[in-house]
């Protein structure tokens, strides 16, 4: 009930495509769910979050998706360019504790 | 810059020996949270600290400890070292001691073990 499974491992997109990372909870007590990107040889740092009053957040390129019933939500990042390779981390959880995916590392090909 | 220091940048040490790696979280920051990452693989929550005393515990060996001080700053204490505990050790700090606080990572302290 405690884990948060994020697919794929890796994803490498063509600039200016579409990049997309799933995530899947099991514990319906969750109400926060944000989203980390670390670059090479850094810490991660908050790239957006949602709670999940809403089904849908946008933040310039990239959007989460939320579907509650389904306990599932992803990152979208529009437009994707080479700076954008790094490698990505969702996390789920309440006030008590967060629970972290095991992250995707994303390449954007030139 | 997150303002989450860490000291050393980098660590090579043998088996079996014992190291230190310190944080000092952002200014105003109570809490500190440390976290392992081996190569290519995900973060692992070990420890959050908030205001000196423990909060929460994750997959910490018992080989491993840590502390918070006075003035907020955090030690993660490993010893007995094994090859697989060669890995990139980050600590993150936030301003509250719930979950729902903007973590600021660390640039990390990279541990090799020989």
């Known amino acids: 009930q405690q884990q948060v499974k994020q697919s794929p491992q890796s994803l490498i997109v063509q600039k200016g495509g579409i990049s997309i990372i799933n995530c899947a909870y099991e514990?319906?007590?969750?109400?926060?769910f944000p989203w980390y990107q670390q670059f090479p040889g850094k810490g991660p740092a908050l790239l957006i979050a949602?709670?999940?009053d809403v089904s849908e957040k946008k933040e310039g390129r990239f959007t989460i998706s939320f579907n509650k019933s389904a306990k599932q939500f992803s990152l979208h990042i529009m437009d994707s360019q080479p700076g954008d390779s790094a490698t990505y981390f969702c996390a789920a959880g309440s006030n008590y504790q967060l629970i972290w995916g095991a992250g995707t590392k994303l390449i954007i090909k030139p | 810059d997150s303002g989450v220091t860490q000291t050393p940048k980098h660590l090579i040490t043998a088996t079996g020996q014992r190291v230190t790696l310190r944080c000092s979280p952002r200014?105003?920051?109570?809490?500190v949270y440390w976290y392992q990452q081996s190569l290519d693989q995900g973060l692992q929550f070990l420890i959050q600290y908030y205001n000196g005393e423990e909060r929460a515990k994750g997959n910490i060996l018992e080989r491993f400890s840590a502390q918070q001080f006075p003035d907020l700053h955090s030690e993660l204490n490993l010893s007995s070292l094994e090859l697989g505990d060669s890995a990139l050790y980050f600590c993150a700090s936030t301003l509250g001691t719930g979950s729902y606080n903007e973590q600021f990572f660390g640039p990390g302290t990279r541990l090799t073990v020989l």
């Open positions: 514990n319906t007590a969750f109400d926060y």
């Open positions: 949602i709670r999940p």
């Open positions: 200014s105003g920051d109570l809490s």
